[in-house]
């Protein structure tokens, strides 16, 4: 999957409508149920994805008129928001869904060419081209419609998303110290990504790549992989 941001728009329109057509099928009593996501309920997971629009777009403003508009204000502004909205009724999580997505579309579909290589500051600091904000959108969009805990799993993951997000949590953790090696050696490739200053005694694990991005994002036990030397999974490093 490329990075370009005009390319992945469409993706991102896609992964959208595969969300909204889950969060449809929900009510109100499904809403306040657990999500996969440590002391959040659905209702946490939409209002968050709503927010997270709303920010993506601030950050398109920024990078369209060159005035600072961070995505929050701050962190704390952003936990109150997302614990404001978490108990709302489906029916006003979807509009606010459906409304904040559209914002955003529009504020893609304004943005000039010249416009994407604009330096914004991610939360946190991160200083990144604003072109990246298209593919950080489509990632919250897939890996939380997963976090809904509403019957959309890794295996439902275009291939193109699922290899492009193990390369971009391979690529973190390589980033990061401490960390304890792998071999990853998805099937779908023909040849090994590594984590770490790997040697002959590394322990290797195969599977589809859609499995190893979500067991190493977190999201998956690992069912569908294999370890060598034979046993239990080691145990994978934390990723963001």
Not at 61 to 88: F, K, L, M, S, V
Not at 91 to 119: F, H, K, N, V, Y
């Amino acid at each position: 999957m490329t990075a370009d941001p005009l390319v992945l728009l469409p993706e991102l329109d896609r992964a959208t409508e595969r969300l909204i057509r889950t969060a449809e099928a929900l009510d109100d009593a499904a809403l306040a149920g657990p999500s996969l996501l440590p002391s959040w309920t659905r209702g946490h997971v939409l209002t968050h994805l709503a927010r997270n629009a709303d920010s993506y777009r601030n950050l398109l403003t920024w990078a369209r008129t060159g005035e600072r508009t961070p995505g929050y204000a701050n962190a704390e502004a952003r936990e109150a928001g997302i614990q404001e909205g978490a108990a709302r009724p489906l029916a006003e999580q979807l509009e606010d869904l459906r409304a904040a997505s559209a914002r955003l579309a529009e504020a893609a579909a304004a943005m000039p060419t010249d416009a994407w290589g604009a330096i914004i500051e991610r939360t946190g600091g991160r200083k990144t081209p604003a072109a990246t904000c298209v593919w950080g959108r489509l990632r919250e969009v897939e890996v939380h419609h997963v976090d809904l805990n509403a019957g959309y799993h890794p295996n439902d993951w275009p291939d193109a998303f699922s290899q492009h997000l193990l390369r971009e949590v391979v690529s973190d953790l390589n980033a990061a110290t401490g960390i304890t090696p792998l071999v990853l050696r998805p099937t779908e490739l023909e040849h090994d990504l590594t984590i770490g200053e790997t040697d002959t005694d590394t322990p290797v694990v195969a599977g589809p790549a859609f499995e190893l991005a979500a067991w190493l994002a977190g999201r998956s036990s690992g069912v569908d992989l294999n370890a060598t030397p034979e046993g239990p999974l080691p145990t994978p490093p934390d990723w963001m």
